[in-house]
DNA sequence: TACAATTGATTTGCATACAAACTATATTAG
DNA sequence: CTAATATAGTTTGTATGCAAATCAATTGTA
């Protein structure tokens, strides 16, 4: 019982040591590119699923639709983004890509695809399963009980590119 | 080569996930407690190295020193942590508890040492073995390039608690 | 049809998080 | 001993990130 509790102080360590590596290569593409890790990350969501709602933006960044408003806020002013107000449903607002942002994704696919983890291409094949293996190992135990509520509430919440962890989706 | 890009994504993707389940965590956390994650990591950090300079503290928490100073002004004004400028070298700002902080520490233990994580202390000892292994796995690999280059810049920068990482330390 | 509940996006307010610039103090070089 | 440099902490400005409240539009229900 007690003796968990040095485990899992360990465990939000490493965690944390995680996240600054991942924040440290976020800072390294904003240097090289002028834009934020967060905002590429919509970038390359948007480009994939244009033209998209902000709500499904939002389960797909797995952010909160706030956050992705402030987010589209911002690339919107650098023009790389437009809002389109729908007349299907006047309550949605579609997401696109403007010229600009399409230049950005196409003219530096790399940037959009690969150098935000440039730190992990270096990474061999086999190491990158068996880190890949231990991520789904701690969505799987550490989301069995944190998002499955939300699928209740919201079937939509994604889990989708990589479905196979054991149908949290369903 | 490219591969492997599918790969990593999925482990960012599963990293964002991990991160949002922690955040939630942390959300609850101060909503029973009324101080957030960060500030009550900061606090049992103080408690165990008591008195503690900004900049020390810093290093213990991965944190940006900016980010600790906002987050003992807040605690400051919570009258949880006092600082106390050093008469030795009056740059120094020393940290420490204030009667209330430590009697949060002490009063409530399992908040700071177990609430953090109170949805993962009813992972099994077993399970939790796995995941502490699989993020000392990540930290290692991630780690290896990212943490050792500051361990020249800065002796200071820690891995401390877990220090049997293959050594990054020294 | 009218009214309640829901949904989609936004605004507001706050807490991280960091970089760059700044202040004060201490150390080092010439 | 003085000027240059380095260090410790802070201030300022910006970007996430979320909750709660709000507004408009749609859907469901009585």
Same mark, same amino acid.
């Given at each position: 019982?007690?003796?968990?509790?040095?485990?899992?102080?360990?465990? &939000? @360590?490493?965690?944390?040591?995680?996240?600054?590596?991942?924040?440290?290569?976020?800072?390294?593409?904003? !240097?090289?590119?002028?834009?934020?890790?967060?905002?590429?990350?919509?970038?390359?969501?948007?480009?994939?699923?244009?033209?998209?709602?902000?709500?499904?933006?939002?389960?797909?960044?797995?952010?909160?639709?706030?956050?992705?408003?402030? &987010?589209?806020? #911002?690339?919107?002013?650098?023009?790389?983004?437009? !809002? #389109? #107000?729908?007349?299907? @449903?006047? !309550?949605?607002?579609?997401?696109?890509?403007?010229? =600009?942002?399409?230049?950005?994704?196409?003219? +530096?696919?790399?940037?959009?695809?690969?150098?935000?983890?440039?730190?992990?291409?270096?990474?061999?094949?086999?190491?990158?399963?068996?880190?890949? #293996?231990?991520? =789904?190992?701690?969505?799987?135990?550490?989301? +069995?009980? =944190?998002?499955?509520?939300?699928?209740?509430?919201?079937?939509?919440?994604? &889990? !989708?590119?990589?479905?196979?962890?054991?149908?949290?989706?369903?």
């Amino acid at each position: 019982m007690s003796d968990k509790k040095p485990i899992i102080s360990n465990i &939000i @360590d490493n965690l944390r040591r995680v996240f600054q590596i991942l924040n440290e290569q976020s800072k390294k593409v904003e !240097r090289e590119t002028g834009i934020t890790g967060p905002q590429l990350w919509a970038i390359k969501t948007i480009h994939e699923n244009s033209p998209v709602k902000v709500s499904d933006l939002a389960n797909k960044l797995y952010l909160h639709p706030t956050t992705v408003v402030g &987010i589209i806020d #911002r690339l919107e002013k650098q023009n790389l983004v437009e !809002r #389109r #107000r729908s007349k299907d @449903d006047r !309550r949605v607002v579609w997401i696109d890509l403007t010229d =600009k942002g399409n230049d950005l994704v196409k003219s +530096a696919p790399e940037v959009v695809q690969g150098l935000l983890v440039s730190g992990l291409e270096e990474i061999s094949a086999n190491n990158l399963t068996e880190i890949d #293996r231990s991520m =789904k190992h701690l969505v799987k135990i550490f989301g +069995a009980q =944190k998002i499955a509520p939300k699928l209740i509430l919201s079937t939509e919440f994604n &889990i !989708r590119q990589d479905a196979n962890i054991e149908e949290l989706d369903k």
